[in-house]
């Protein structure tokens, strides 16, 4: 699968921003650190961003947050949340918009399939926390620390 290159992305990033911008007034997403039973976390890479981030996706209307978490891990992992996800903290999410908030949890998953490349997601896999992979983003980075309590929580993604 073709990787589509970095001013591709800020378009099509954009184009999409515009679109929630008309169709929303503020947009909310979900993202988690999803970790397996051996304590590695789950993390994504998409075609059309950069870097290795950890799942998640938007809220839809009508829809809640856990429902949307359940649902973007799903389809972003084939992962299935063991108990009740914890929300670690909502963040404003300057990197596109300024009216973008995450809620970002941490939750318990088992995988219930392999996960196959596709349009969205080119590789997706569980990292012990000293292995990340070579891209992982500086925010990832950032989250899990906080997760860790190696940091205190940002207000700002």
Known sequence: MKEIRPWQ???LMRVVHIYFA???GMTMGVRAACFDAEGRVFLVRHSYVPGWHMPGGGIERNETAEDALVKELRE???LKIIGRPQLVQIYFNTSA???DHVLFYRATVEQTAPRAPDR????CGFFALDALPEGTTAS???RLA???GERQPDQVW
Do not use: F, K, M, P
């Open 120 to 123: 969205e997601i080119v590789e």
């Open 140 to 142: 990832t980075h950032r």
């Open 9 to 11: 992305s800020r378009l």
């Open 22 to 24: 008309i169709a929303r």
């Open 146 to 148: 906080e997760v860790a």
């Open 97 to 99: 918009t300024r009216r």
């Open 76 to 78: 972003e992992g084939n």
